[in-house]
């Protein structure tokens, strides 16, 4: 596993120069938009193990043509995510909270296709996951976890810097495994609904260091020590913002 080195101090000096760009042409800022459903859908499915190259990932989104060869699941995985990302778009530019309903939207949103009769709805089953030996939270107890889990946000939101708050978020979230499947997904884009409210931008985790992000995760289910999680995660928010600013430089 690589070591993560905090790049906090340097991504809030890349956020001020990001926002000298604050009056960008509305068509430019959607296409950026566009370009990041096709970026964190491909690489938020990659990481669970969804087989749609970032090619394929765009012409089904943006075309509705199936890929010869490829699962169903795969699609309707790429379409859900999709949903789920214009949702998260939309709050955060009309409210700066986070509500349960709202976690309960993006997973109804990503999942429904898959499989209605979970969808947005808390797990009744225990949930078990290949490579840890961390025990998630019987079923009976998630609604009280995710009750007490809204009930943070608000806390740490005003606590926490927002790198780490955004980071806390996935990370709580991943431990309480509230739902049957796409847990990790909505972890990440609850992660950056916090990201775009606080002024940051959309953050992937790219498919080719899975492995540190799935050590990480488990190195802090063992031993509780959230701060690598947040160095972590303060990189992947570093080299978003350092692609966000190439991408607009280039469109001048």
Known sequence: MSEYISKIKECDQLKKELETFCLFPAPVLKQLKEYYKINLTYTSNAIEGNSLTESETKVVIEDGITIG???LRDHLEALGHARA???IYDLASNKKTIIEADILKMHQLFYEKIDE???GKYRQVPVFVSGTDFVFPAPTIVPGLMTGFVHE???NQEKLHPLEFAAWLHLQFVNIHPFVDGNGRVARL???LALLQSG???TIIP???RADYIAIIRESQRTGNKKTFYDFMSNQVWEALQEQLRLIKGAK
Do not use: H, R
């Open 69 to 71: 060869g490829k699962p």
């Open 85 to 87: 990302y214009d949702f």
């Open 117 to 119: 009769n979970n969808a």
């Open 153 to 155: 946000i608000s806390t």
């Open 190 to 192: 609850l992660m950056n």
């Open 200 to 202: 940051y931008v959309i």
């Open 207 to 209: 498919p080719i260091i």
